[in-house]
């Protein structure tokens, strides 16, 4: 069976983001206002051949935790659809 | 003493570390190619600057499932020296062979400009023979610099002397300002427990032919060798 995987990282919460932050300040000169925090992350899509959903998820995330993540700065979420 | 200079897919600071191993230091050097399982009996392994994989994902998180990292962690893991420069540093983080990593500086800009940085201590061989007061002028460039750790790591290396150098101004104050891309406690560069992995985001290559008018960085080198020399 084939999946789809669409996978979120983020930086902890702890760590300054410099990029949502120049985003955030620069909101009102778009003229939008009330925005008190962006933060950015990375969103990765994977298509991938596995047995069940159950093996789906466990490839996914030995994936974060082999490559696509650094958990000394980043935290993850997957979502996995059948295709 | 015999170097292995390892090449990346995207290294660019081979050629100056090449060099400078060779003909400033008189050492014997041989390159070695990703792909390469051979370390050729080198006594120090160097995992040079650059761009490996074009920093896709992070920096070094590519580079570290390079065939040779196979043999550089056992390496390491036996006591056998690993340099990292800049994004050699930024591997041996993502290969865990170093404490922390390096994330984005907080510019969110590339830096490009020589640095003064300071000795932390003298207990490690890249250290060692430096004095404590000797400020040093050494070039930064990177875009990813910025050293990071939580609070219980920083407190682990800093009790342990594990902070090799940290950034400074001219005076060698380690001062905020003096602080180029935000990491934390101006760290600049860290060793492992054993004190057998260096790494570090300054250039000592870059400063190390008199031609260039600075010649700073070739204490760093001298002081591994003494190191080296002293434990033949």
């Known amino acids: 069976m084939k999946f789809r995987v669409d996978v979120n990282i983020m930086p902890h919460k702890a760590l300054l983001d410099p990029q949502g932050k120049a985003v955030c300040h620069n909101m009102p000169n778009v003229g939008i206002t009330g925005v008190s925090e962006v933060r950015i992350g990375k969103h990765i899509q994977m298509i991938l051949e596995a047995t069940d959903e159950e093996d789906a998820r466990q490839k996914a995330d030995e994936s974060c935790r082999k490559i696509l993540v650094n958990p000394i700065t980043e935290s993850y979420e997957f979502s996995i659809y059948p295709i | 003493m015999k170097f292995g200079v390892v090449v990346f897919p995207g290294s660019n600071c081979d050629e100056d570390m090449v060099y400078v191993l060779k003909n400033i230091l008189g050492q014997q050097v041989v390159k070695l190619w990703h792909k390469d399982h051979n370390l050729q009996g080198v006594d120090m392994i160097v995992l040079p600057g650059g761009f490996s994989y074009g920093d896709y994902l992070r920096s070094g998180a590519i580079a570290k499932f390079s065939p040779i990292m196979n043999e550089v962690t056992e390496f390491a893991k036996k006591g056998g020296y690993v340099l990292g420069v800049c994004n050699g540093f930024q591997i041996l983080c993502e290969a865990q062979l170093l404490p922390g990593t390096l994330i984005h500086n907080t510019s969110h800009r590339f830096i490009c400009k020589n640095q003064f940085i300071v000795a932390d201590n003298n207990v ?28 219980e790591t920083i407190k682990e290396i800093e009790d342990n002397a594990q902070v090799l150098f940290r950034y400074c101004n001219p005076e060698g104050h380690i001062t905020e300002d003096a602080n180029p891309n935000g990491s934390v406690n101006n760290i600049a560069g860290v060793t492992n427990i054993h004190r057998n992995v260096f790494g570090m985001m300054p250039h000592p290559e870059r400063a190390a032919d008199e031609e260039l008018g600075n010649t700073d960085g070739r204490l760093i080198f001298e002081s591994l060798l003494n190191h080296m020399m002293a434990n033949v």
């Open chain 2, 124 to 151: 490690s061989p890249i250290n060692a023979s430096i004095p404590l007061d000797r400020v040093l002028n050494i070039p930064i460039a990177h875009g990813e610099g910025c050293y990071y750790a939580d609070v």
